[in-house]
């Protein structure tokens, strides 16, 4: 064996130890956002100093885009796999409100990122996928809610845009408390949410 193979196999990051990382810097970019967050700030969090960090990542830039495009691809995936599986107007919302939770769950902070962080970041050239991502986002919803009004699934009379915007972030407003492990998974609080949303709160009559 080499001398620089050697080398490399020893220095080579451990994947484990990038993920890591990864999630303590996105605590930290969800506790204290994106300009107050230093790299010396995500190295003291992660037990290291600053230079080490760098030999991970390039920057805190590249952090950050890791990590949302990590949870956006995720989220895709999922969203992709519903809108393909030829469902009803209110499955397929079932469906996209469930998904949903379970991002929420997998990637809690990195949601609360993307909700307080990504209106400024897209006028970063490195975060224009942003945009296309919304822009996917409210295309699937809307196109959802139009079908459901034209299919007579939902009322004749709702404003789609409005409803869309009502249920988008009653949805995502929960990576704000949700704790991953607590008392309810994300199945059950999708349930609850979607009950409250297509259905209501007030008893008939």
Do not use: C
Not at 43 to 62: N, P, Q, R, T, V
Not at 124 to 150: C, I, N, Y
Not at 165 to 184: E, L
Request: net charge negative; proline share 3%.
């Amino acid at each position: 064996m080499s001398a620089t193979k050697k080398k490399n196999q020893v220095t080579a990051p451990a994947p484990e130890r990038r993920r890591e990382l990864l999630d303590t810097a996105a605590e930290v970019f969800a506790a204290q956002g994106y300009n107050a967050t230093t790299v010396r700030k995500i190295a003291d969090a992660a037990g290291m100093l600053a230079g080490s960090l760098y030999y991970h990542f390039d920057s805190k830039e590249s952090m950050l885009d890791e990590i949302l495009s990590t949870f956006l691809t995720e989220l895709w995936e999922g969203y992709d796999a519903v809108l393909a599986a030829g469902l009803g107007p209110r499955e397929t919302i079932e469906a996209l409100v469930t998904e949903s939770f379970r991002e929420i769950d997998r990637h809690r902070a990195a949601v609360a990122i993307y909700q307080k962080e990504s209106r400024h970041l897209m006028d970063l050239p490195r975060f224009h996928h942003l945009a296309d991502s919304q822009r996917r986002f409210e295309k699937a919803w809307l196109g959802t809610l139009e079908r459901g009004v034209a299919d007579g699934v939902f009322r004749g009379d709702l404003d789609v845009r409005l409803t869309y915007r009502f249920v988008r972030d009653t949805v995502w407003v929960a990576a704000s408390w949700y704790r991953p492990g607590g008392g309810h998974s994300p199945e059950e609080i999708a349930r609850q949410y979607l009950s409250m949303v297509l259905d209501g709160i007030a008893v008939d009559g």
